[in-house]
Nanobody, 119 residues
Framework: QVQLVESGGGLVQAGGSLRLSCVAS????????MAWYRQAPGKQRELVAA???????NYVDSVKGRFTISRDNAKNMVYLQMNSLRPEDTAVYYC?????????????WGKGTLVTVSE
C-alpha cells in the first residue's frame, strides 16, 4: 500500500519560514518524480514545486527564490523549505508522486498539511 505522509505545517507570521516534509512508503521512491501542490480556500489546487528522479527542479513563479524543494532518496523523503512566507501562501500543501512525470499526472497523493501565514 502506497502512503505519502506530510508534516511540518503550522501557523507562522509573514516573513517567517517553515519546512514541510513528506515520507513515502510502498513505492521505489528513487524512481518517482515528486511534487508539492497547494490549495488555498476557494481556489484550485496548483503545482508549487517539483523534483524529478534525477534531481532537476521547477517552481511556480510566485515562489521562485523563496521556496526550495529537495529529496533524500535514502530516507524516502521530499522536503519543501519555505522562506519569506506571505499571507497568500496560506493553503493546504500536498505531497504527490508521479512515475512518468508531473506533466502526465500524479499517481499518489498525501492527505495534506495546513500552512497558515498571518499578517
Amino acid at each position: 500500500q502506497v502512503q505519502l505522509v506530510e508534516s511540518g505545517g503550522g501557523l507562522v507570521q509573514a516573513g517567517g519560514s517553515l519546512r514541510l516534509s513528506c515520507v513515502a512508503s510502498g513505492i521505489i521512491f528513487s524512481i518517482y518524480n515528486m511534487a508539492w501542490y497547494r490549495q488555498a480556500p476557494g481556489k484550485q489546487r496548483e503545482l508549487v514545486a517539483a523534483i524529478n528522479s534525477g534531481g532537476s527542479t521547477n517552481y511556480v513563479d510566485s515562489v521562485k527564490g523563496r521556496f526550495t524543494i529537495s529529496r533524500d532518496n535514502a530516507k524516502n523523503m521530499v522536503y519543501l523549505q519555505m522562506n519569506s512566507l506571505r499571507p497568500e501562501d496560506t493553503a493546504v500543501y500536498y505531497c504527490a508522486a508521479s512515475y512518468y512525470g508531473v506533466d502526465d499526472g500524479m499517481d499518489y497523493w498525501g492527505k495534506g498539511t495546513l500552512v497558515t501565514v498571518s499578517e
